[in-house]
């Protein structure tokens, strides 16, 4: 699956659990940066910035991500990532330390089944909602805070998908 086509499934998914059309409601551009903000890793690309802290996928998955621990602008040739579990030790350890460059990429463990943390954006969604709700809680002829209650509680129903 490609990267469009696995934030546009994230995307889908983010819409039906955070009902952005419901008052308070969010824009598209409110969703879509939520759901930016929670991306877990990004496929490699030639010729990118990548930054300390930043997860990478190699393009042909090897069902591993990998740390940037030094940044720096990628080639125009991916390197080549270790192929588990050649490189895990006796105790699941891994020692998949790539350099491209001046860059130092290093294994973080396996891959989630997707790059997106859609419950996290989902409970950023609904947290959004709750600060809008607040801001007119007391406005007379609607019932606000019975709005905010509801973002409240479904905010809080993704507490147990973050654990």
Same mark, same amino acid.
Request: glycine share 10%; charged share 25%.
């Given at each position: 699956m490609t990267d469009a086509e696995e934030r546009e499934r994230a995307l889908a998914a983010l819409q039906l659990m955070a009902s952005p059309d419901s008052q308070p409601s969010l824009t598209a551009?409110?969703?879509? !940066? =939520? !759901?930016?903000?929670?991306?877990?890793? =990004? &496929?490699w690309s030639a010729n990118s910035a990548v930054t300390? %802290?930043?997860r990478i996928r190699p393009t042909d998955a090897n069902g591993r991500w990998y740390m940037? =621990?030094? %940044? %720096?602008?990628? %080639?125009?040739?991916? *390197? &080549?990532? *270790?192929? *588990? *579990?050649?490189y895990l030790d006796q105790f699941g350890s891994t020692s998949g330390v790539v350099t491209e460059g001046d860059i130092t990429y290093e294994d973080c463990g396996p891959a989630k089944s997707s790059t997106y943390d859609v419950a996290q954006a989902a409970w950023d969604c609904w947290n959004s909602k709750m600060a809008k709700a607040s801001q007119y809680i007391s406005t007379p002829g609607i019932d606000m805070a019975s709005i905010f209650k509801r973002c409240q509680e479904m905010r809080d129903s993704f507490d147990q998908a973050l654990i």
């Open positions: 551009d409110e969703v879509e !940066l =939520i !759901l930016d903000k929670n991306i877990r890793a =990004i &496929s300390e %802290g930043q940037v =621990i030094d %940044g %720096g602008t990628t %080639g125009d040739t991916e *390197p &080549s990532w *270790p192929q *588990p *579990p050649s």
